[in-house]
């Protein structure tokens, strides 16, 4: 088709022009020749009208009904279960922390209720990406949503590459972290059996007596995690 001195594509339904593409209209960056470009317009036009007329069609809305709340229970049972846990967790954490305050240990109390942030953040942020499943799977059951899902679905599989790349690029950190308190912790563990035979009478140590080894424990476990805590960052 000529338009002025520009020569294009018709894209026609039933003998009816529907728009012309011109040169212009590639992007600059698309190699491609207007022909391809106006292959790919023909089967994005063929694709919206089968899904139209899918759309019309009454056993495709009622399957897609039935598949959709067939989804929502699993959803559901799965975002109740997950705030179950998170209260099971809270209770515990809570009873560790009345521990640590009766043991004279606030210092851990105080982690603790940080851990109890810490899974009530990521119980929400599981709650949130199974909903966000459960929409990408509902607008797929439906000709005319189908492709706003496949874009969800594309964008989240994206995600999860992009955070699966950087925990594997993050694991070698991660190891050594975990070996640094695994460390720290057994070191805390052995003055805590130190401090104890000295406190019960079993071991002597010059400067250590029975009435201060409380504070000195405490103030050595300090010290200990301070130094735990300095070389894993």
């Given at each position: 088709?000529?338009?002025?001195?520009?020569?294009?594509?018709?894209?026609?339904l039933n003998d009816?022009?529907?728009?012309?593409?011109?040169?212009?209209?590639?992007?600059?960056?698309?190699?491609?020749?207007?022909?391809?470009?106006a292959?790919?317009?023909?089967?994005?036009?063929?694709?919206?009208?089968?899904?139209?007329?899918?759309?019309?069609?009454?056993?495709?809305l009622?399957?897609?009904?039935?598949?959709?709340?067939?989804?929502?229970?699993?959803?559901?049972?799965?975002?109740f279960?997950?705030?179950?846990?998170?209260h099971w967790?809270?209770?515990?954490?809570?009873r560790?922390?009345?521990?640590?305050?009766?043991?004279?240990?606030?210092w851990?109390?105080?982690?603790?209720?940080?851990?109890?942030?810490?899974?009530?953040?990521?119980?929400?942020?599981?709650?949130?990406?199974?909903?966000y499943?459960?929409?990408?799977?509902?607008?797929?059951q439906?000709?005319?949503?189908?492709?706003?899902?496949?874009?969800?679905?594309?964008?989240?599989?994206?995600?999860?590459?992009?955070?699966g790349m950087?925990?594997?690029?993050?694991?070698?950190?991660?190891?050594?972290?975990?070996?640094i308190l695994?460390?720290t912790?057994?070191?805390?563990?052995?003055?805590?059996?130190?401090?104890?035979?000295v406190?019960?009478?079993?071991?002597?140590?010059?400067g250590?007596?029975?009435?201060?080894?409380?504070?000195s424990?405490?103030?050595?476990?300090?010290?200990?995690?301070?130094?735990?805590?300095?070389?894993?960052?």
């Amino acid at each position: 088709i000529a338009i002025g001195t520009q020569q294009g594509i018709g894209i026609t339904l039933n003998d009816t022009l529907l728009f012309t593409l011109l040169p212009e209209d590639r992007d600059p960056e698309d190699g491609r020749p207007l022909s391809a470009l106006a292959d790919g317009v023909v089967v994005a036009l063929k694709d919206a009208l089968a899904a139209r007329h899918a759309q019309t069609d009454p056993a495709n809305l009622i399957k897609g009904l039935l598949f959709t709340l067939l989804a929502l229970l699993p959803t559901v049972l799965a975002v109740f279960l997950l705030m179950r846990l998170r209260h099971w967790l809270a209770l515990r954490l809570q009873r560790q922390m009345l521990h640590r305050l009766e043991a004279n240990m606030p210092w851990l109390s105080y982690l603790a209720q940080v851990l109890e942030r810490l899974v009530q953040i990521l119980v929400a942020l599981v709650s949130i990406a199974l909903g966000y499943l459960w929409v990408t799977y509902a607008l797929a059951q439906f000709p005319l949503t189908r492709p706003f899902g496949d874009q969800l679905g594309n964008f989240l599989l994206g995600l999860l590459g992009s955070i699966g790349m950087g925990v594997v690029r993050a694991l070698p950190d991660l190891i050594t972290l975990a070996i640094i308190l695994l460390i720290t912790r057994a070191l805390t563990q052995s003055v805590k059996a130190l401090f104890d035979a000295v406190q019960e009478g079993r071991v002597q140590l010059p400067g250590l007596y029975s009435e201060t080894v409380g504070a000195s424990r405490r103030l050595v476990n300090v010290v200990i995690w301070a130094l735990g805590i300095t070389f894993a960052y």
